[in-house]
């Protein structure tokens, strides 16, 4: 029987994956969406605290993404091929690779939180509240990585339904946990990065209990993996904490710049940062399902893996166009959600059009990185990173020297959105997905 491969037909295997996905990613970034907002009615210097330590948190998470970003399509390339067992071996090194990382990760920020917040350029009262806030939240990191590799997994399976609902219920405690810790015990900043971290390892808890209940459908095997099982997630997770370090340290360097220009800047900052990473990752369920299907069929139908690349690059861009138009719409009303201080809201204001208009290019960047992961473009996503980052720190080194203010640290930004958007394009032209002819699992063009 022949598959259906009409627009409406791609279009259905698309959003299977993409709306679940959706509603994890937003999720997500929800967690600290609504620490901002609780925060940042204890004034500007808990705001601005949590700002500086977010970032330096972000840093320390995402260099570790690839244990969901990298496992996904090998996990989906090993089905595809009908190599189940495989793909358990895989499930169960990225496992044990996120436990061991996190209890490491764990312990070099607890040492390291103080030195780091005064490499970000805090002092005085905001140094003791970004301190206190990492210490705090790095105890959950653990939990934060068996998680992710948890949406890895079942994102490999095709399955973006289940890490939704783990993902909600975190959301879920945090929101319950947020008001009664930070206002109901008086714990203040303190009450937000104790609700996180609780908040994580009920999620780790929850992906521990479907692990082992399906440890026979995913062909688990929970032992510390060999060099075979391990080699897949190492070459993979070495180009994508390159590519991850880069993106984030030139996020880190923004926010330096920022902190330098004052507790109102930084914390006006840290609200754009965030509703910018909000809108980010709920364009990213489309990066998911590329990931997903294209990491599927690649290697046995790369005719149908490109169909699915080109359509999910045409829904990158209406989405970022709609969310252009909702931005657009609740700039009166956005800022002061998340801070009462009036100088705050009034930074906040002044870059606010960044936000808005990056949305389409955003978009489409977003999608364009999800369908490279899935054709384990790695090496070529580290090394164009790379690029677009040194572009950021450039154009950060003007904002310093000429004193653009807030508004130069998002022009800096948009230069790394627009060497991504370049670099990628030029990718999908020549690479494995430009050309009707099918190419082997081997060669260079598909790796």
């Known amino acids: 029987m022949t598959e259906d491969r009409s627009g409406r037909s791609l279009d259905r295997q698309i959003f299977r994956l993409a709306v679940p996905a959706l509603g994890t990613l937003a999720a997500d970034p929800l967690v600290s969406l609504v620490d901002t907002a609780f925060v940042g009615r204890l004034g500007k210097v808990p705001l601005g605290g949590l700002g500086v330590a977010a970032a330096i948190f972000s840093i320390a998470f995402f260099m570790f993404n690839f244990l969901a970003y990298g496992?996904?399509?090998?996990?989906?390339?090993?089905?595809?091929?009908?190599?189940?067992?495989?793909?358990?071996?895989?499930?169960?090194?990225?496992?044990?690779?996120?436990?061991?990382?996190?209890?490491?990760?764990?312990?070099?920020?607890?040492?390291?939180?103080?030195?780091?917040?005064?490499?970000?350029?805090?002092?005085?009262?905001?140094?003791?509240?970004a301190v206190l806030y990492l210490r705090i939240r790095v105890l959950g990191m653990p939990a934060l990585l068996l998680a992710t590799v948890g949406h890895g997994v079942f994102r490999g399976?095709?399955?973006?339904?289940?890490?939704?609902?783990?993902?909600?219920?975190?959301?879920?405690?945090?929101?319950?946990?947020?008001?009664?810790?930070?206002?109901?015990?008086?714990?203040?900043?303190?009450?937000?990065?104790?609700?996180?971290?609780?908040?994580?390892?009920?999620?780790?808890?929850?992906?521990?209990?479907?692990?082992v209940r399906r440890r026979r459908e995913f062909a688990l095997r929970l032992r510390w993996p060999g060099r075979e099982s391990l080699q897949p997630l190492v070459g993979a997770g070495r180009a994508l904490v390159i590519r991850s370090g880069s993106l984030?340290?030139?996020?880190?360097?923004?926010?330096?710049?920022?902190?330098?220009?004052?507790?109102?800047?930084?914390?006006?900052?840290?609200?754009?940062?965030?509703?910018?990473?909000?809108?980010?990752?709920?364009?990213?369920?489309?990066?998911?399902?590329?990931?997903?299907?294209?990491?599927?069929?690649?290697?046995?139908d790369a005719t149908l893996a490109r169909a699915y690349?080109?359509?999910?690059?045409?829904?990158?861009?209406?989405?970022?166009?709609v969310l252009l138009g909702v931005m657009a719409a609740g700039r009166g009303l956005l800022p002061g959600v998340f801070s009462s201080d009036a100088e705050v809201i009034a930074q906040v204001d002044a870059v606010y059009l960044f936000i808005v208009l990056m949305q389409p290019l955003n978009a489409v960047v977003f999608v364009w990185d999800g369908i490279a992961i899935g054709a384990s473009a790695f090496t070529y996503l580290a090394t164009s990173t790379v690029a677009a980052s040194l572009a950021t720190a450039l154009t950060l080194v003007a904002v310093q020297q000429q004193a653009w203010g807030l508004a130069g640290v998002w022009w800096s930004l948009v230069a790394?959105?627009?060497?991504?958007?370049?670099?990628?394009?030029?990718?999908?032209?020549?690479?494995?997905?430009?050309?009707?002819?099918d190419r082997s699992p081997g060669s260079p063009a598909a790796v």
């Not at 990225?94 to 070099?108: H, S």
Request: glycine residues 10%.
């Open 157 to 211: 399976h095709q399955n973006t339904r289940t890490p939704l609902w783990v993902t909600l219920g975190i959301s879920a405690v945090n929101l319950v946990l947020d008001p009664i810790l930070i206002f109901g015990l008086g714990w203040g900043l303190a009450g937000a990065a104790w609700a996180t971290m609780l908040a994580q390892w009920s999620g780790a808890a929850v992906f521990t209990a479907l692990f």
């Open 248 to 300: 984030l340290a030139a996020f880190t360097l923004a926010t330096a710049i920022a902190t330098r220009q004052g507790e109102e800047v930084v914390a006006a900052h840290q609200v754009a940062v965030q509703l910018w990473i909000f809108l980010a990752l709920v364009v990213d369920a489309l990066a998911i399902a590329a990931q997903a299907l294209v990491g599927l069929h690649l290697d046995g």
């Open 309 to 321: 690349a080109r359509r999910l690059l045409g829904w990158g861009l209406v989405v970022g166009l």
């Open 416 to 437: 790394m959105m627009a060497v991504r958007f370049a670099t990628l394009a030029y990718w999908h032209l020549t690479g494995p997905v430009s050309s009707a002819r």
């Open 71 to 129: 496992t996904t399509p090998l996990i989906a390339g090993a089905l595809a091929r009908q190599e189940r067992d495989k793909a358990g071996r895989i499930t169960g090194a990225a496992l044990m690779l996120g436990l061991a990382l996190g209890v490491a990760l764990t312990a070099v920020l607890l040492l390291t939180a103080e030195p780091l917040v005064r490499l970000m350029g805090a002092e005085s009262e905001l140094l003791n509240d």
